[in-house]
């Protein structure tokens, strides 16, 4: 007995030792830069919600970009020609209104946050308002609260360790470094756009995908916009807030359009209800592309039925820093009549 007591005494030994000399190699390489911002050639990862939170923390910025994909074309170095301001790209791919909110408040906690350009997608109003994307994974909550005890998880992490290693490999000149742009990161290549490409997936999501009506039910969506985006606004006054829709084809809003008549009316409320909530704050400027016919009846401008390409976004940073397209009370009824008659009217095989 005394025997079996000194072998697990030994073997937890061992093992906690091994936990610490790994927790220790990877707080000292923090490959994510979740501590501080790398003293070496630095990798980014491409997994949105885990690098994010480090770049918020550590980096230089007074300008954030948050959002779904549909803002991951954004060039901060374009952001930056154009506004004058120091931009850090922080969108998520599927981002959710919550893990938008997330990630906003930990930038915006970092005191640096001046501007915010917030691209506002229907799609990411749908369902509860908690609600985060962990189908390919738990979410990794740990890297968006104040508490150090939990970082554990990051510490004690295969991957993280791989990486540790990786960069290990290259600064003894074992591995060549692959640089990778910040400005870039996640831009899209090797897509095509085009006509046929997005009739294709038209043809397909009306035959076959599965969609539930039910999870943009305006009440999910008042309430998602209440708890993750104008409560935030409202707090930091101090913050200019640009809001825009994202110029989705045409098509998107004929598929909601198609598939429930009050699928659509809910997404022209959701601009009126927001307008209503925020609009006339002095902070708060709100920008629709959603009318813009030379866009979104183009269906060249797309890789599917929503994604448009880089150069629509830098079309979106000119026209905020013109004035163009912003939502004002005497407009706004109008913007919503000309998407409307856009969409009843639409004639799939002339586009």
Do not use: C
């Amino acid at each position: 007995m005394k025997r079996y007591k000194i072998w697990s005494l030994t073997v937890l030994a061992m093992t906690l030792a091994g936990m610490a000399a790994l927790m220790a190699l990877n707080f000292t390489v923090d490959p994510l830069q979740f501590y501080r911002k790398a003293d070496y050639p630095p990798h980014f990862s491409t997994q949105q919600r885990y690098q994010n939170p480090g770049l918020a923390k550590n980096y230089e910025y007074d300008t954030i970009i948050i959002g779904t994909s549909m803002t991951e074309n954004f060039l901060p170095s374009y952001v930056n020609r154009q506004l004058g301001v120091k931009a850090l790209k922080l969108s998520m791919s599927g981002a959710t209104a919550k893990e938008q909110y997330m990630i906003a408040k930990l930038a915006i906690e970092t005191g640096k946050v001046k501007n915010v350009i917030w691209g506002v997608d229907y799609f990411a109003l749908r369902g509860a308002p908690d609600r985060v994307r962990d189908e390919f994974g738990p979410f990794p909550f740990y890297f968006y609260d104040s508490n150090p005890l939990n970082d554990w998880r990051y510490l004690v992490n295969m991957d993280t360790t791989l990486d540790s290693l990786r960069i290990i490999a290259e600064q003894l000149g074992l591995r060549e470094h692959q640089p990778v742009s910040l400005d870039r990161l996640n831009t899209w290549t090797g897509y095509a756009f085009g006509k046929q490409v997005v009739l294709a997936e038209w043809n397909k999501v009306m035959n076959s995908q599965p969609f539930t009506p039910s999870e943009y039910e305006f009440a999910n969506i008042k309430t998602n916009l209440d708890d993750n985006l104008i409560a935030l606004i409202r707090q930091h006054p101090e913050i200019n807030f640009y809001l825009y829709y994202p110029p989705y084809s045409i098509l998107q809003h004929r598929f909601f359009y198609e598939k429930s008549k009050a699928l659509f009316d809910n997404e022209l409320d959701t601009k009126q209800y927001l307008f209503e909530q925020v609009g006339s704050l002095a902070n708060v400027k709100i920008f629709d592309f959603q009318q813009e016919a030379g866009i979104t009846f183009n269906l060249d401008n797309y890789k599917d039925l929503a994604h448009h390409s880089r150069a629509i976004n830098e079309y979106i940073i000119d026209a905020i820093k013109a004035g163009r397209n912003q939502v004002t009370r005497e407009n706004l009824p109008a913007m919503l009549e000309q998407l409307r008659q856009q969409v009843e009217s639409v004639q799939v095989g002339t586009l």
